[in-house]
């Protein structure tokens, strides 16, 4: 008897650990696709600065607040930072496609052809 309940306790944990990291995995690693139209006016550039705070030496980042259409069509504001030693903002009214969640950019933001997006996401860019 009192190994069936040891066995049924490890069998509940363990459905409850890979229940937390399931989530933890799709929250982290998956995300939606979006795309969105570049402000017509490039951000300044500024200083990097780290998790902390602090400026990163010799680094710069241009700073966006993307208003991205997911291919669903749902609206989101996603926060975009092109950062390098010698960043390249994003070319101004250009198209860019992105993957992300609600930590992160997943990938992107890459430049995308107009007529490469969906028609209702193109729809929802417009409005």
Do not use: C, W
Request: hydrophobic content about 30%; charged content about 25%.
């Amino acid at each position: 008897m009192k190994k069936k309940m040891i066995s049924l306790v490890a069998i509940v944990a363990l459905i409850i650990v890979g229940f937390a990291g399931y989530h933890y995995y799709k929250n982290t690693y998956q995300g939606d696709v979006g795309y969105a139209q570049v402000p017509a006016k490039t951000p300044t550039k500024q200083a990097t600065k780290d998790d902390q705070g602090k400026v990163v030496p010799n680094e710069y980042s241009y700073h966006y607040q993307l208003n991205v259409v997911k291919e669903d069509g749902t609206r989101t504001t996603v926060p975009v930072e092109i950062s390098s030693e010698k960043p390249t903002p994003l070319t101004p009214n250009s198209y860019v496609k992105l993957e992300f969640n609600s930590k992160r950019v997943l990938s992107g933001p890459n430049n995308i052809a107009k007529d490469k997006i969906p028609a209702k996401v193109q729809t929802e860019l417009e409005k």
